[in-house]
């Protein structure tokens, strides 16, 4: 008897593998994925916010990767126009993350978990040359009243606009990889970053009929409204999404 009950252990722990070897397969043919030979990993991608990123992954077991990537934020510029003057908008700054990826069935599905240096920002900027006038009504910049009745810019009056987040924050995700070639493969990543509120600083500069413009009760107190206006819809922002597409080499 003890023999036979040694030979039903043996039985089951074969038929255990055999299954594990089965369920590994299947999830080759699921996620396409063959495991990387070398330790060894090197990426380019595009993502909705982060733009084109760059990154390298070293193998520190086969459930755990160590990455490092470089992302330049995506790039957006627009030029909009009020009364005579020129307004513009743009995005500046990248963000730069170091996560673990958990690979739970040593496979193509993975999950991550990082830090993130954030740089990323919206800004925004115009200029009101030195000697416009108006006669009737206000001098408006970016929509904020410079002066009433009459006004003239006897110094160039510019605004500077900029929205960030906090610098740093925690960056969650999962994604997948595909094998196209023995080497190369399609990553396809899905998450979130944490960076909380974004906040608005405006800075106005120049001199309205000799009087600097941030003497201004007028102007001070626009520039506080717009602020808190600003403020009011800052908690929609303060989860940004992580969209992102690349592909990857393993050497």
């Not at 594990?20 to 043919?29: F, H, S, T, V």
């Not at 003057?85 to 496979?107: A, E, H, I, Q």
């Not at 510019?158 to 906090?166: E, F």
């Not at 970053?193 to 001199?207: A, I, K, M, R």
Request: aromatic share 14%; with cysteine; glycine share 10%.
């Amino acid at each position: 008897m003890p023999y036979l009950h040694s030979l039903i252990v043996l039985f089951g722990l074969l038929l255990l593998n055999i299954h594990k070897c089965q369920a590994n397969e299947q999830l080759d043919a699921i996620f396409g994925y063959t495991p990387s030979e070398t330790p060894l990993n090197v990426g380019i991608g595009f993502g909705v916010l982060e733009g084109m990123t760059f990154e390298g992954s070293i193998e520190i077991n086969p459930h755990i990767n160590l990455r490092l990537a470089h992302a330049q934020g995506v790039k957006y510029k627009k030029y909009d126009r009020y009364l005579d003057y020129d307004y513009r908008y743009y995005t500046n700054g990248g963000m730069t993350s170091l996560m673990l990826d958990y690979f739970p069935f040593k496979r193509g599905f993975f999950l991550s978990f990082g830090y993130v240096r954030n740089n990323f920002k919206i800004q925004g900027d115009s200029q009101i040359p030195e000697g416009s006038s108006y006669s009737f009504g206000g001098m408006e910049l970016l929509g904020i009243n410079l002066i009433s009745l009459s006004a003239t810019a006897t110094q160039d009056i510019t605004l500077d606009g900029k929205i960030r987040w906090k610098e740093s924050g925690p960056r969650f995700s999962l994604g997948w990889f595909f094998d196209l070639t023995k080497n190369l493969n399609l990553k396809m990543e899905f998450g979130a970053l944490f960076f909380g509120e974004p906040e608005l600083y405006l800075v106005t500069s120049g001199e309205v009929n000799g009087e600097n413009v941030n003497n201004i009760v007028e102007v001070n107190e626009e520039k506080e409204q717009q602020i808190k206006s600003f403020d009011k819809d800052a908690s929609k922002y303060d989860i940004l999404p992580v969209v992102n597409v690349g592909l990857n080499y393993r050497f």
